[in-house]
């Protein structure tokens, strides 16, 4: 900026005289003193309309019931300074959760509270609880806390079903994402049964695909209805930045109902088996077999009770391989995965059809299915 005979320079533009010397003329108001035009006033405030459109007032009360119900979650781990070998508590992580019952029974992911040494929930009305855990099903990413609190702040979610869900129904996710309280964020069901890989790395069947956002934070928290019922908890995102990228994966609410009553129960979920051990998927695979090949059968299991046999050692040392489950009701088995997926269709004592092949020949048996860990 320079000076030029009582004029201003700046930028190569030649404004007019200094300050002082401006006038009404160049300028249509003073730079002091009052002005009463319109534009120094506030504007106008339009009046709300007569009412909210229905599906803003049904999305807001859904809102407004489901919050009572979900709770932040903390995790904090235990470690030790390796100078002074002092022990010091460290945040972990964080994440949603949800009220099951008057019982204190909190509904979360498993990821969300792993490999932690304290967990503490604040509840809707921001107080903080120290909880337990009482169960986790690390293949479905579900786990169940446990807090004592009184009964009257304890806001249970209703639940759904998942198995009547149809694509392009609303749906609402309510979560504390990066942290920030309670946030809703709305989508639709973008499709149905999808899976995914859990954190041990089983496969989860059934997932319900959503573009409602879901981000770090989200995690545990309910996939609601636009009736506010329950229809899955929230656990993963596709993206490869790793934020928000439109799909979101919430585990079915008809899962979740079948395996928190175990963990409650039992503290694990209790799951149906034939009562053998097998050969490794990566062994079967080299050997060229097709199939899930029996290594040992359990004494008194339904499995033994049917005649399966297990791989055995010859006279001479040779290893002569057990039956080979090849279907299962009728479905094709190549891995142990794939067993998995049939077996959790059934209950403990249930009966299951095996097509098996022993050395050339195909036979087909029933095996009464018992409790395994």
Do not use: C
């Amino acid at each position: 900026m320079m000076a030029m005979q009582g004029r201003v320079v700046i930028s190569g533009i030649l404004l007019a005289s200094l300050w002082p010397a401006l006038s009404m003329a160049e300028w249509g108001k003073p730079l002091g003193g009052s002005y009463d035009g319109p534009e120094g006033k506030p504007r106008v405030v339009a009046p709300l309309p007569a009412e909210l459109g229905a599906d803003e007032r049904a999305t807001m009360a859904v809102f407004e019931r489901a919050t009572k119900s979900v709770v932040f979650i903390a995790n904090t781990a235990i470690q030790r300074d390796p100078w002074s070998f002092n022990l010091f508590e460290t945040p972990q992580g964080s994440g949603t959760g949800f009220v099951w019952n008057k019982q204190g029974h909190i509904v979360t992911n498993f990821h969300v509270v792993y490999g932690a040494n304290s967990i503490t929930v604040t509840l809707a009305d921001r107080t903080e609880h120290k909880a337990t855990l009482i169960g986790a099903d690390p293949d479905h990413d579900v786990a169940v806390l446990q807090i004592r609190a009184p009964e009257e702040t304890l806001s249970p979610l209703t639940v759904g079903m998942s198995q009547d869900l149809r694509v392009g129904q609303k749906v609402l996710a309510i979560g504390n994402p990066f942290g920030l309280d309670h946030t809703l964020t709305t989508g639709v069901v973008s499709a149905l049964g999808r899976t995914i890989k859990s954190l041990s790395n089983r496969t989860i069947e059934g997932v319900i695909q959503t573009d409602a956002a879901i981000n770090p934070g989200n995690s545990g928290g309910p996939l609601l209805d636009s009736a506010g019922r329950l229809i899955g908890v929230n656990t993963q995102i596709m993206s490869p930045s790793g934020a928000f990228a439109g799909i979101g994966f919430a585990v079915p609410v008809d899962t979740v109902n079948r395996i928190v009553p175990e963990l409650i129960k039992h503290g694990k979920l209790i799951r149906p088996g034939l009562g053998v051990s097998l050969v490794p998927d990566a062994m079967a695979k080299r050997w060229g077999i097709k199939g899930l090949i029996i290594g040992k059968v359990s004494r008194g299991s339904g499995a033994e009770l049917a005649g399966l046999k297990g791989a055995r050692e010859t006279a001479i040392g040779r290893v002569e391989l057990g039956d080979i489950i090849t279907a299962v009701d009728g479905k094709p088995v190549g891995t142990l995965d794939e067993l998995m997926d049939v077996m959790e269709r059934h209950k403990v004592n249930d009966q299951v059809s095996l097509e098996i092949l022993r050395g050339t020949n195909r036979e087909r048996v029933s095996v009464t299915l018992q409790a395994v860990n």
